[in-house]
T-cell receptor
């Protein structure tokens, strides 16, 4: 079946603009994760969804970052007033259930460049 | 100090060599994952471990919970194994969420 998809694959924006990044998880997966991979840095956790609720938002770096998930499926990560340090690859992953013992399936990522 | 440390950061091997990548962590965990990231490509989950050892093809992963250490071994390495290998842990207390903390990754190049 289809894997995790993300759009756009690449996004170039000007500093101060808002951007929306979309994630379509594998159908039926209840858990959804957003991660960020900055140039030369490792992956870092941003936010976790179980269904439509986000019990763990601890990784969001500032209040400019928000995310929502509707219908237990598609998720959108929004970055307001983008800054150059927001430039990174934003990755989405989903798993059939929550839990550290579940395999996470990663999307191809959205490469964001803030000029 | 990062909670998850990998070594080496970079590794170059000749085709056919046996390869070991190490991962040490400083927190209690519910599970440890090994991931593979090809250049320009997505991330693929290789293993999930909570104890012992797992094998898949030429890949073997082991974990020692008491020593907070895991290793990923590749036998009979091949150029197509060239990728970044990432160790990630799910901290205890985060077990119900699946939230992962990642190592910095090990970049492996296997030369023909």
């Amino acid at each position: 079946g289809a894997g995790v998809s993300q759009s756009p694959s690449n996004k170039v924006t000007e500093k101060g603009k808002d951007v929306e990044l979309r994630c379509d998880p594998i159908s039926g997966h209840t858990a959804l994760y957003w991660y960020r991979q900055s140039l030369g840095q490792g992956l870092e956790f941003l936010i976790y969804f179980q269904g439509n609720s986000a019990p763990d938002k601890s990784g969001l770096p500032s209040d400019r970052f928000s995310a929502e998930r509707t219908g237990g499926s598609v998720s959108t990560l929004t970055i307001q007033r983008t800054q150059q340090e927001d430039s990174a690859v934003y990755l989405c992953a989903s798993s059939s259930q929550s839990g550290g013992w579940e395999t996470q399936y990663f999307g191809p990522g959205t490469r964001l460049l803030v000029l | 100090k990062n909670e998850v440390e990998q070594s080496p950061q970079n590794l170059t091997a000749q085709e056919g060599e046996f390869i070991t990548i190490n991962c040490s962590y400083s927190v209690g965990i519910s599970a440890l994952h090994w991931l593979q990231q090809h250049p320009g490509g997505g991330i693929v989950s290789l293993f999930m471990l909570s104890s012992g050892k797992k094998k898949h093809g030429r890949l073997i992963a082991t974990i020692n919970i008491q020593e907070k250490h895991s290793s990923l071994h590749i036998t009979a390495s091949h150029p197509r194994d060239s990728a970044v290998y990432i160790c990630a842990v799910c901290p205890q207390g985060s077990g119900n969420t699946g939230k992962l903390i990642f190592g910095q990754g090990t970049t492996l190049q296997v030369k023909p």
